[in-house]
């Protein structure tokens, strides 16, 4: 049995569980007890607080967890990074009121910064040459210039909003995070087998991630040119129709160039386009 440490509730809890559950891992979800077993799956869930997640599998109370980047690195705990998620993409920055003048990291030097990363904000001031009094606190890190608690803070930055709501402007970008996968570096044989199954599932849910199946009927005289235009993984599948001056062909796009594509096969005399969800992708 694998142990994975991830998030009881917040932000990362909610694409935590769907990523399992896309990977076809079972978690009753009724049962919201500390610690609950996969019912298809040798897993076992424990569900922490995110600053306890990376310490947890640092002492192998857990094998794996899922956690921000931003939380591995201030913990400090000697946990490998397994693999990145692509969600809860965040950056770790330092802001200032908006009407202070900014000239450069200088700027810092003997000010009083808030935060609730000190350790990370510490190396790098310490890698400029800054001196600046940390001040540590747990909560609401934005409020602290406009209630004269601090003179800049550093903390987490997602869309801007909330800084912009403080009247704050960022001024460095200190480190990008994400969530990560991370486990244990002194993991049982057996363990490490229970998670290569885990990140193979995982690999072919997030290898189909913004892809879409396309199918369309094509004139056999038009293939070559339809093919020019689909980008494809490999070579796109093409198959003889009942009619023989027709075939159909069969193909993976990217969401993001799709409505593009499309337009230059219904161009070329691509008819009967469909476009069908991929769930996973083995590549
Ligand atoms: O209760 P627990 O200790 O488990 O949770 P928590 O309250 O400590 O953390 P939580 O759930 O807020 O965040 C968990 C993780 O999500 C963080 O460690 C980051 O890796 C990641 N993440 C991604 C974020 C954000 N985006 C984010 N926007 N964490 C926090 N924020 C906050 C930020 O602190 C700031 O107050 O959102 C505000 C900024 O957002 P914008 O969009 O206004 O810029
Ligand atoms: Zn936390």
Redesign the pocket.
């Known amino acids: 049995m694998l142990r994975i440490a991830v998030?009881?509730?917040?932000?990362?809890?909610e694409d935590t569980m769907a990523l399992l559950g896309e990977a076809d891992i079972k978690i009753s979800s009724s049962k919201r007890t500390l610690l609950v077993c996969s019912k298809n799956f040798p897993l076992e869930i424990l569900y922490?607080?995110?600053?306890d997640i990376p310490q947890t599998v640092a002492d192998g109370v857990a094998d794996v967890g899922i956690?921000?980047?931003?939380?591995l690195v201030e913990t400090g705990a000697e946990a490998d990074v397994v693999r990145p998620l692509g969600f809860?993409?965040?950056r770790l920055s330092l802001a200032i009121p908006k009407e202070e003048e900014y000239v450069g990291l200088e700027w810092f030097n003997g000010k009083k910064i808030a935060t609730s990363y000190p350790r990370i904000l510490k190396h790098f001031l310490d890698e400029h040459a800054i001196s600046a009094d940390i001040h540590v606190i747990t909560?609401?890190?934005?409020v602290s210039t406009g209630i004269g608690l601090a003179d800049a803070i550093f903390?987490?930055?997602?869309?801007?909003?909330?800084?912009v709501?403080n009247n704050l402007r960022e001024v460095e970008v200190v480190m990008e995070?994400?969530?990560v996968l991370i486990g244990n570096p002194l993991m049982s044989g057996y363990k490490r087998e229970i998670l290569d199954e885990l990140l193979f599932r995982i690999e072919a849910v997030k290898s189909a991630e913004g892809k879409k199946y396309v199918l369309m009927n094509a004139p056999k005289d038009k293939v070559e040119q339809i093919l020019a235009v689909l980008p494809g993984i490999k070579s796109p599948t093409v198959m003889p129709l009942a009619d023989d001056t027709w075939c159909s062909i069969h193909t993976v796009l990217d969401e993001e160039r799709f409505w593009e594509i499309i337009g230059q096969l219904k161009e070329n005399g691509a008819q009967g386009i469909l476009i069908v969800p991929i769930e996973k992708m083995i590549i």
């Open positions: 998030q009881s509730k917040g932000r990362l809890n922490l607080r995110d600053d956690v921000g980047r931003n939380e809860g993409a965040c909560g609401s890190v934005e903390d987490i930055v997602s869309s801007g909003s909330t800084l709501s995070s994400e969530a």
